[in-house]
Structures are given as C-alpha cells and as structure tokens.
C-alpha cells in the first residue's frame, strides 16, 4: 500500500486548509489511519486517528478545530483544518495500518506500518 499526501500550502492565521491522503496498491477501506505532523528538531506528533469511518480520535492540540473524514469509495482519508494557528505549521504526514490497534496506541508511530511522503502546512501572515 502506498499513501500519498497532498494539499498542504500557505494559510493565514485564522484560515482554513484541508489536506488528503490518497491510497493505492490496495484497499484502505478496513485500515485504520491517521495524521502525523513534525517540525524539524522534534519528534513527529500525532494529530488524530480514524478507525473505519466509524469514530475518530485526536490530539487535544486540534480537537475541536481539525477534522478526519474518510471516502472509502476513492480510498482517500481527508483533515479539515479550521481556526489554524502558527503552531500548527508543520509537515503533515498520513499513515495507515492493518492491524487492529486499541485506542491508546493510536498516538504512537510504531502503530502504523505504512506512510505517506508529507505535506508542508504553512500558517503565517
């Protein structure tokens, strides 16, 4: 499976930016996936989770502000990002598993066994 991570781009403080992940090379639709983002220096932080469309899991960084929705029919996971801040600048990276893990692995990369390449948010005025 391949993941590939796409919309990222230049948003003011304040503004709105929705980046997907498209899979291909096989068939998503029973994964479980989720967002990442890093900042270079840090470790990668974990953004939220979807587990089958059936509930999503986040960060309380973003709760309330970003989003997960899933179109399983085109094999493409979204993040809607509203109310954007600076600190959230950042690569955002998808990545997805087979496995069925429990809720309280969701925050740790070791859970998923495939990636995308990232995509490059920019909050700034």
């Known amino acids: 499976v391949q993941l590939q991570a796409s919309g990222g781009g230049l948003v003011q403080p304040g503004g709105s930016l929705r980046v997907s992940c498209t899979a291909s090379?096989?068939?998503?639709?029973?994964?479980?996936m989720g967002w990442f983002r890093q900042v270079p220096g840090k470790e990668r932080e974990w953004v939220g989770t979807?587990?089958?469309?059936?509930?999503?899991y986040y960060a309380g960084s973003v709760r309330g502000r970003f989003t997960i929705s899933r179109d399983n029919g085109q094999n493409t996971m979204y993040l809607q990002m509203n109310t954007l801040e600076p600190e959230d600048t950042a690569v955002y990276y998808c990545?997805?598993?087979?496995?069925?893990?429990?809720?309280?692995?969701?925050?740790?990369?070791?859970?998923?066994?495939?990636w995308g390449q990232g995509t490059l948010v920019t909050v700034s005025s």
């Open positions: 090379g096989g068939t998503s639709g029973s994964f479980v």
């Open positions: 990545a997805a598993t087979a496995s069925r893990p429990i809720v309280s692995s969701f925050p740790d990369p070791g859970t998923y066994e495939y």
């Open positions: 979807n587990r089958r469309s059936s509930n999503s």
